[in-house]
């Protein structure tokens, strides 16, 4: 049977998340809707990374199977024809039945996009967080430092994690400014549940002057989920890509490069 992946962006605001739900409120039910509907029968999507409620995707991507034969433009075109304004399907592309949007993935990039003003945002709400003090940008570089590598990040994990083991390689973790926004950009072979919100958490608290960049350090080593901050909201964390080896042919860039300068 073909199979075929798809890249998908989406705006996590309007969903319950990736994950189907009863109430037919996920990401993941509103494009198996859509696929049914151009595939004429049901299908069954399996993702790169699922999201929480309210995290966003510039870049996730997922395959399934069909006996359906179709062309490519009518996996992008049809299907979007039939999904809500929240989401888009970017591009599709048969591949080969080896392919497996999770296990062929070697690593994942989240972007969180942290407002940094007294006021809250209006325009972005739903699409940043918002932190109201000033935050020290070269401080949180210098926590970002501790937690480069292949670590245990048990301190980083939420108590719903089902990841069978809390060893992960952060490979880039970047901090910078953009105007009235800070950016923070992870990327590893993998995350835990709300890895990305509780170390950016964690990175702030920093910027804010409550602890020395060290205290990263150590909060890491005390694997204890206690001894970190409290996790950010989910409004401005996006998948921003996942990386493929050049064999299975998948386009490695999002369209959308939000905060991407």
């Keep these: 049977m073909p199979r075929i992946a798809l890249g998908i ?21 509103a494009l198996e809707r859509a696929l049914a509907g151009i595939a004429g029968d049901k299908i069954a999507t399996i993702c790169a990374g699922r999201t ?9 991507v ?3 199977d069909t006996g359906a034969e179709r062309p490519e433009s009518a996996w992008v075109r049809g299907v979007n024809a039939l999904l809500p304004a929240g989401a888009a399907v970017t591009w599709a592309r048969s591949v080969a039945a080896e392919f497996h949007a999770r296990y062929s993935a070697h690593e994942r990039c ?14 972005n709400h739903g699409r940043v967080g918002w932190f109201h003090p000033p ?10 430092q501790y937690l480069l590598g292949e670590h245990d990040f048990s301190a980083f994990r939420s108590a719903e994690c089902q990841a069978k083991s809390p060893v992960r390689e ?18 590893a072979n993998a995350f835990l549940h709300h890895m990305v919100r509780n170390i950016v958490g964690c990175l702030v608290y920093v910027g804010k002057g409550k602890h ?3 205290w990263t350090g150590e909060v890491l080593a005390g694997r204890d989920r206690r001894l970190a901050a409290p996790t950010l909201d989910a409004a401005g964390l996006y998948l921003a890509y996942v990386s493929y ?9 999002a369209r959308n490069v939000w905060f991407n300068e």
């Excluded at 969180?112 to 809250?120: G, S």
């Design 110 to 123: 989240y972007r969180y996009v942290l407002l940094n003003h007294p006021l809250r945002p209006a325009v």
């Design 9 to 29: 962006e989406y705006n996590g605001s309007v969903f319950c998340g990736w994950q189907t739900q009863p109430s037919g409120c996920a990401v993941q039910d």
């Design 170 to 187: 952060m490979r880039r973790l970047d901090v910078r400014k953009s105007g009235d926004y800070v950016v923070f950009e992870l990327a």
């Design 135 to 144: 935050l020290d940008v070269d401080r949180m570089r210098a926590a970002a």
């Design 62 to 64: 997922v395959h399934f």
């Design 212 to 214: 020395d960049p060290a």
């Design 245 to 253: 080896d050049a064999k299975w042919g998948l386009p490695q860039a």
């Design 52 to 60: 929480d409620a309210g995290v966003h995707a510039l870049a996730q």
